[in-house]
Nanobody
Framework: QVQLVESGGGLVQAGGSLTLSCAAS????????MGWYRQAPGKQRDLVAT???????NYADSVKGRFTISRDNAKNTVYLQMNNLAPEDTAVYYC?????????????WGQGTQVTVSS
């Protein structure tokens, strides 16, 4: 069994910062790409940022220059540092990871963490 557990969401004023964390646990052999997605009410789930095992990031245009994704392979953890937050960043943020458990290679999702930015 593999689990992804997010933390760090909350309520923040516009212009503020938050850091999200997502830790993977279970029978993990190797984690490849990890990432963050978000879903606002009534909208589809969209990519925020991804990072390869080697540390190469990729960002949605809407967050470039404001958000930073990083990971700690030894801890099976991915982070999302969010600066200069705006009300349009309000959404449920989901962690995502491609994980090899030796028995199967699947995409796993966390349960989501709410980020609310007030104006």
């Amino acid at each position: 069994q593999v689990q992804l557990v997010e933390s760090g969401g909350g309520l923040v004023q516009a212009g503020g910062s938050l850091t999200l964390s997502c830790a993977a646990s279970g029978s993990i052999f190797r984690i490849d790409v990890m990432g963050w997605y978000r879903q606002a009410p009534g909208k589809q789930r969209d990519l925020v940022a991804t990072i390869t095992r080697g540390g190469t990031p990729n960002y949605a245009d809407s967050v470039k220059g404001r958000f930073t994704i990083s990971r700690d392979n030894a801890k099976n953890t991915v982070y999302l540092q969010m600066n200069n937050l705006a009300p349009e960043d309000t959404a449920v943020y989901y962690c995502n990871a491609r994980i090899d458990t030796l028995y199967q290679y699947n995409t796993y999702w966390g349960q989501g963490t709410q980020v609310t930015v007030s104006s």
